[in-house]
């Protein structure tokens, strides 16, 4: 079965600072992966997906991320955060065959002035 | 521009009482979820919907159930309400080719039950 972790329930860091926000799953088939964001009392929202091609995923609000297979992970950076950047953050993976998107339990983000 | 919304927002209701969670979307995505979602926990799908009149039970057991008479209207209602109930619950919609699917969320609906 597929599963996904997140390896840091929250992060704390200064603004200005990078970030790294981690991410592995386990799954004997191919993958997609997604990073989604969720700001204060809104839905999720798409970040940035890898589907085939380049390992490394560049994303909205200049965030970026890079698959590694033989790894099984997908690990979410950001080189500058800012204060706006404090919203939680999942990690999330589908099947290829299938359109169930399994997600993981997420990771806060908390930017500090 | 295209949306997914979701009513009420918030609700408070007794033991016992039936409700309705509203989902609309305006993008004519074939693919309609509901999760429920709790602090410091994976989304957990509860239903689903290939297209109209397709709905599918998900992975977490629920008390709910849901319809699809409308490609853009995706209602979950819950019988009898119970404190177990009490959740933030968050409807999405999709389209892509399959595995490829990104979602597109709604706001969520924040259900107490008392």
Redesign the interface.
Known sequence: AQS?TQLD?QVPVFEEAPVELRCNYSSSV???L?W?VQYP??????LL?Y?SGSTLVKGINGFEAEFNKSQTSFHLRKPSVHISDTAEY?CAV?????????????TRLFVKA | EAD?Y?TPRYLVIGTGKKITLECSQTMGHD?MYW?QQDP????H?IH?SYGVNSTEK??LSSESTVSRIRTEHFPLTLESARPSHTSQY?C?S?V?Q???????????TRLTVT
């Open positions: 996904v329930s191919s993958v997609y997604f989604y009392n809104q839905g999720l929202q798409l997906k589907l999942f589908s099947v290829g065959g299938g359109f169930k998107t399994i997600f993981g339990a997420g | 997914i979701q693919k999760y410091g926990m994976e989304l799908l689903y998900g992975d968050l999405a999709s892509g399959r595995g490829t699917y990104e979602q597109y969320f709604g706001p969520g």
